[in-house]
């Protein structure tokens, strides 16, 4: 089973990896573990994982308008790894576009 759902490609996640050039930040299920989220960065992307930190964060609130009237709730809850890369080795996100 995947458990990376999407790499983070922001602003704030960009000056991360500018600052220290061997750090990625991926969107990953909430079960996910470090070993398993460590297993599948290594083995997508070719590269040696040194650590893995995890943060998890409730998704956005959302709203919608319906017969009913209007319903309002939260999203799913997700969980964000940031993982340090061997020095050397890096990550092209754009290179399977």
């Known amino acids: 089973m995947g458990f990376i759902i999407k790499p983070l490609v922001t602003e704030k996640m960009t000056k991360i ?18 070993l398993q989220i460590k297993k599948e960065v ?10 893995v930190n995890t943060l998890r964060y409730a998704g ?15 999203r799913n809850a997700f969980k964000k790894a940031v993982v340090t890369i061997k020095d050397g080795e890096t990550i092209d996100f754009y290179s399977n576009i």
């Open 17 to 34: 990896t500018e600052k220290r050039p061997n750090r990625y930040g991926f969107i990953v299920r909430p079960e996910a573990n470090k």
């Open 42 to 51: 290594e083995g997508l992307y070719n590269v040696t994982v040194e650590e």
């Open 60 to 74: 956005k609130r959302s709203s919608r308008y319906t017969k009913t009237g209007l319903v309002r709730g939260r």
